[in-house]
C-alpha cells in the first residue's frame, strides 16, 4: 500500500531563517506530487506541483522554491522565511488524477 | 477551471443524511466534479468525483443535476466523525498534472 511522509510535523523557525521541509512517497512510481499551504482560518492553496524528477510547476509568486531530486521525494525551501510563511504545509500525491492522497502536515510557525 | 460556490456552514443531526449543495454554473462538458473533506488539522480527503452521472461508493452519494450546473454531495447517516470542512472542486481531466483548486468549503457540523 501507499503512504505518505512528511516531516517535521511542527516547526518554529524566526524570520529570515531557511526552510526545508521534507515530504517522500512510498508504494507508487512516478506520482505527482503537490505542496500546498493552508493560513489559519482559509483554505488551501496550491503551491507547487511536479509531474517527474526535477519539473517543477509553481502556482504562485512567493519566496519558496520547491524541488524533486528523486521520484518519491518532493522538497519545500526558503531561504529567507517571512511571517507570511506561517500556516500549515501539505504534500500531496496523485497517481490516477482521480485522488490525490495528502500527509499529514507541517505546521509552520514563523516568529 | 470553473468556480464553484458552497454555503460557508450547515448543521446536521447525527444519524440523519447530510445534504450539501454545490453550484458550478460554469461548468463546461468536460470538467469532472470532485468532493473532499478536510477534518480539522489533517489533510484533505478524497470522498468521491463525477462526470454527469451520478456516483455512489462506501462513504456518500454524488447528485449531479442534468444540467450539470449543480450537484449534491448526500452522506446518508452522518456521525461526528464527519464533522468536517467539504470542499466542491471542479476541474477539467488531467489538465496541468491533475492540480485542484480549493474553495473556502462547506463547514459541516454534526451535532448529537
Known amino acids: 500500500s501507499q503512504t505518505i511522509h512528511q516531516w517535521p510535523a511542527t516547526l518554529v523557525q524566526p524570520v529570515g531563517s531557511p526552510l526545508s521541509l521534507e515530504c517522500t512517497v512510498e508504494g507508487t512510481s512516478n506520482p505527482n506530487l503537490y505542496w500546498y499551504r493552508q493560513a489559519a482560518g482559509r483554505g488551501l492553496q496550491l503551491l507547487f506541483y511536479s509531474v517527474g524528477i526535477g519539473q517543477i510547476s509553481s502556482e504562485v509568486p512567493q519566496n519558496l522554491s520547491a524541488s524533486r531530486p528523486q521520484d518519491r521525494q518532493f522538497i519545500l525551501s526558503s531561504k529567507k522565511l517571512l511571517l507570511s510563511d506561517s500556516g500549515f504545509y501539505l504534500c500531496a500525491w496523485s497517481e490516477n488524477q482521480y485522488e490525490q492522497y495528502f500527509g499529514p502536515g507541517t505546521r509552520l510557525t514563523v516568529t | 477551471d470553473a468556480k464553484t460556490t458552497q454555503p460557508t456552514s450547515m448543521d446536521c443531526a447525527e444519524g440523519r443524511a447530510a445534504n450539501l449543495p454545490c453550484n458550478h454554473s460554469t461548468i463546461s462538458g468536460n470538467e469532472y466534479v470532485y468532493w473532499y473533506r478536510q477534518i480539522h488539522s489533517q489533510g484533505p480527503q478524497y470522498i468521491i468525483h463525477?462526470?454527469?452521472n451520478n456516483e455512489t461508493n462506501e462513504m456518500a452519494s454524488l447528485i449531479i443535476t442534468e444540467d450539470r450546473k449543480s450537484s449534491t454531495l448526500i452522506l446518508p447517516h452522518a456521525t461526528l466523525r464527519d464533522t468536517a470542512v467539504y470542499y466542491c472542486i471542479v476541474r477539467v481531466w488531467g489538465n496541468q498534472g491533475g492540480k485542484l483548486i480549493f474553495g473556502q468549503g462547506t463547514e459541516l457540523s454534526v451535532k448529537p
Open positions: 463525477g462526470l454527469k
